[in-house]
């Protein structure tokens, strides 16, 4: 008796539906992730019932509970932000900025920043916060 001899399958055959599964996967993936700017250390904001937001995006300068401070996402002392937003609001006069605070900074600490800001020229300062969680 002579069997035949039966042959295996082509390989492309047993990889293509891995092929289709990872980039599904792969299409999943970029559908459903976000892409966010980040921040260069962590800054929780206060509780607010304002919903209000503005029209045009303005300047973010977050203020950390150990006083470091970042514009747009670069870690700046203090000098070098009025500096920078000073230079700024010479090239835009209608300069906006967010301040994002750490909800833990000192209250104190915040009013000195926006007092140095205010003698610096810039005029439109907003304090970022965000919804308070009902529970």
Request: glycine content about 6%; aromatic content about 4%; proline content about 7%.
């Amino acid at each position: 008796m002579h069997f035949t001899q039966r042959r295996p399958a082509p390989t492309e055959e047993r990889i293509l539906p891995l092929i289709n599964v990872v980039f599904l996967l792969l299409i999943f993936f970029m559908l459903a992730g976000t892409l966010a700017v980040r921040e260069p250390f962590e800054v929780t904001a206060p509780d607010s019932s304002s919903e209000t937001r503005p029209e045009t995006e303005p300047r973010r300068l977050l203020l950390g509970a150990d006083g470091r401070l970042a514009l747009d996402g670069e870690v700046l002392d203090e000098a070098a932000v009025v500096a920078a937003l000073a230079a700024a609001l010479a090239d835009d006069p209608g300069l906006r900025v967010e301040l994002k605070a750490d909800a833990r900074t000192p209250g104190n600490r915040a009013v000195v920043l926006l007092e140095a800001l205010r003698a610096a020229g810039l005029e439109q300062v907003s304090l970022m916060t965000q919804a308070r969680q009902e529970d």
